[in-house]
């Protein structure tokens, strides 16, 4: 079936410097795009979300990046902080589908 | 605002035993999912429902798993009997209206289900 997954299933950076998880999906029809962050133990918290007619969409830190033409998305975090880490998915949906999550980049922040 | 409550946080069972997992979603809350999360993957879709109805229940292992939201609030899962393979965090999520694209959903803590 379709899939949606991510390059590297760890990143380990250093406080301060920026982040950026990376995430392939393959369904071109694909309109949706969402990242989520999930701590130990919790459940997994939206991040920032962007459709398939924008190229890139900013929120707090983070910034989303869409490329259609290779099927790529990914989430950058500047100045990463220990509290940024997570485990990060990315998933896609389609109108009428329900949502559809990668396996997940564990994301390191050491001192 | 109160996030998604989930209940037990914690099971342990052994296999050929019955479980059930509870999830009471964010007040006005129309739609309720179930995922299932095995470690080291991302989440999967078991059922949705928009208010007491059924959306979506096709990655539902029929034949063990089951969920009802009588009411269009609360909701309850449970998986009878338990195979090792179901060893998993199970998610209740919510969302204010229904599959419809940027609607966001809220996690709950999640259930993590042992099974010896």
């Known amino acids: 079936g379709e899939s949606v997954g991510l390059h590297l299933p760890t990143l380990s950076v250093q406080e301060g410097d920026n982040s950026i998880i990376n995430c392939a999906y393959s369904?071109?029809?694909?309109?949706?795009f969402i990242w989520y962050k999930q701590e130990s133990g919790k459940g997994p918290q939206f991040i920032i979300d962007?459709?398939?007619?924008?190229d890139k969409r900013q929120g707090q830190r983070v910034t989303v990046l869409l490329n259609k033409t290779v099927k790529h998305l990914s989430l950058q975090i500047a100045a990463t902080q220990p509290g940024d880490s997570a485990v990060y998915f990315c998933?896609?949906?389609?109108?009428?589908?329900?949502?559809?999550f990668g396996k997940g980049t564990s994301l390191l922040v050491t001192p | 605002e109160a996030g998604v409550a989930q209940s037990p946080r914690y099971k342990i069972i052994e296999k050929r035993q019955s479980v059930a997992f509870w999830c009471n979603p964010i007040?006005?809350?129309?739609?309720l999912y179930w995922y299932q999360q095995i470690l080291g993957q991302g989440p999967k879709l078991l059922i949705q429902f928009q208010n007491n109805g059924v959306v979506d229940d096709s990655q539902l292992p029929k034949d063990r798993f089951s969920a009802e939201r009588l009411k269009g609030v609360d909701s309850t899962l449970k998986i009878q009997p338990a195979k090792l393979e179901d060893s998993a965090v199970y998610l209740c999520a919510s969302s204010p209206r229904g599959a419809a694209l940027g609607n966001e959903q809220f996690f709950g803590p999640g259930t993590r289900l042992t099974v010896l």
């Open positions: 007040s006005g809350h129309a739609t």
């Open positions: 369904n071109s029809a694909s309109d949706y």
């Open positions: 962007i459709r398939s007619n924008m």
């Open positions: 998933a896609e949906n389609r109108s009428g589908y329900a949502l559809n």
